[in-house]
């Protein structure tokens, strides 16, 4: 677990949204401190993405604010809210016809930074992304999904920001190259004391990056505690039966590693 600090970084409050009579968000608590990790956790239509959109105001709310750094969020404009937020999502959105460079300067360019500065914190982030400099004047399309990840996150970096979202990052990569890629965002998240807010549905992923895990199942959020707090003093019966799912498979690993090789005398 990383140490933080007691700033608050994220405050959301009654945070909801209704499309008409449905409920997608039902009154949201949650704070974030600065240099924490939380995941939000639940099944598909659970409300997490939702939830992650309506911070960054991509989504805006029915009810409720979102304060970041003490600041209400509805207070900024948008272009510059989302400036100081890094956001990162699993279908990437890396820009086609822009080298692997330009992608990550995309940002700082907006915000008219000089030539020189733009140049060096490319290739900064390259080399924290742990992506080969050369790489710099390939396209998306010359790189594998693993790269492509890796080029999205540096350009989540790009302007510095000391928050990040992530909207299942790393679902679509085999397994080698999401754990690969899990620990490499946990280094870069504590080297920059980094405030996250991670969205997945994968219950080993949440408790592998985690400070904290927000459960959310139709669109509230029924428990909030640390990965040891929901193993063992589950809320409910629901948060009771996703926890067990990662217990399931431990103990079938187990049991295959402690098994008798056929033909092998006991």
């Known amino acids: 677990m990383t140490t933080v600090d007691d700033t608050v ?3 959301a ?17 949650l704070s974030v401190q600065a240099g924490e990790l939380v995941v939000l956790l639940g099944g598909s239509g659970s409300g997490k993405t939702t939830t992650l959109k309506m911070i960054n105001r991509l989504i805006e709310p029915t009810a ?17 809210l989302r400036r100081r937020i890094g956001y990162v999502f699993q279908r990437i959105g890396l820009f086609p016809h822009m ?9 700082p360019e907006l915000l008219g930074w000089p030539p020189g500065r733009i140049a060096a914190r490319v290739d900064e982030l390259l080399n924290l992304v742990e992506l080969d400099p050369t790489l710099r004047d390939r ?3 010359e790189l594998s999904g693993g790269q492509q990840q890796r ?13 990040m979202l992530l909207d299942e990052p790393f679902g679509a990569l085999d397994p080698v190259t999401r754990e690969r890629l899990q620990q490499s965002f946990l280094r870069i998240r504590t080297r920059l004391a980094l405030t996250t807010v991670f969205v997945t549905h994968d219950m080993t ?3 592998t990056l985690a400070d904290r895990i927000g459960v959310m199942h139709g669109g509230r959020l029924l428990q909030l505690g640390t990965p040891r707090d929901l193993l063992t003093r589950p809320a409910d019966d629901y948060v009771d039966r996703l926890m067990s799912t990662p217990r ?15 033909g092998t005398p006991s």
Request: glycine share 8%.
């Open 205 to 207: 992923e949440a408790l």
């Open 64 to 80: 409720g604010c979102v304060r970041l750094d003490g600041v209400d969020t509805a207070e900024l404009p948008p272009h510059e």
């Open 151 to 163: 080029v999205g996150v540096a350009r989540g970096l790009a302007a510095e920001p000391r928050v």
């Open 139 to 141: 396209r998306p399309s």
């Open 13 to 29: 409050a009654g945070l909801t949204k209704r499309y008409g009579d449905a409920v997608v968000v039902d009154d949201f608590n």
């Open 9 to 11: 970084m994220i405050q």
């Open 248 to 262: 399931r498979q431990a103990a079938v690993v187990e049991a295959l590693v402690e098994e008798t090789p056929r």
């Open 99 to 107: 080298t692997v460079g330009e992608n990550v300067a995309v940002v």
